[in-house]
């Protein structure tokens, strides 16, 4: 069940009112997943918009048949499948249910819709959409600088 209580939980939600989270509620669904269940795979069509209730995702690039790398981990009350929020786009990564998990789904064609028809709205959705995408990418960055330092080759450089 997608209660207001449960989505008032979902932090990119946590700066909108009651009455702009009730807009959404309609379109909200509540799916279940599996341990290993993939929500979705690089390169499909990014149509839908995801929101974890309960459990641990992962978000994995296969490099190789043989190689997967684990590139984030999305834990309850953070949002993933942000690509669905972009005209003909597709998602950049697999996401895997590290366990079971609780997942709320909107289409993005329906929250980009409810987002356009209040502005303010909009605007508070995006301004903290850009605020949790500033915060993964100073992650990753500091990911590849700290593997960049380590790396044997770059030693003698630094």
């Excluded at 946590?14 to 690089?42: G, N, W």
């Excluded at 978000?59 to 190789?64: P, T």
């Excluded at 895997?96 to 909107?106: D, R």
């Amino acid at each position: 069940m997608v209660t207001l209580e449960n989505l008032k939980r979902i932090v990119i939600l946590t700066h909108l009112t009651d009455e702009m989270i009730y807009a959404l509620q309609p379109f909200i669904v509540l799916t279940r997943f599996e341990e290993k269940d993939i929500i979705f795979q690089e390169g499909e069509p990014s149509e839908i918009f995801y929101m974890l209730k309960r459990g641990k995702v992962l978000l994995e690039l296969r490099l190789s048949d043989k190689v997967t790398v684990s590139v984030g981990s999305i834990e309850p009350g953070y949002a993933f499948g942000w690509s669905a929020m972009l005209e003909n786009a597709t998602y950049t990564t697999d996401a895997v249910c590290a366990e079971p998990c609780e997942v709320f789904a909107i289409s993005g064609s329906a929250l980009k819709n409810v987002l356009e028809s209040n502005f303010e709205m909009g605007y508070r959705f995006t301004r903290r959409l850009l605020v949790l995408m500033k915060k993964r990418l100073d992650i990753k960055s500091e990911q590849l600088i700290r593997a960049i330092k380590n790396h044997p080759d770059m030693q003698h450089l630094l």
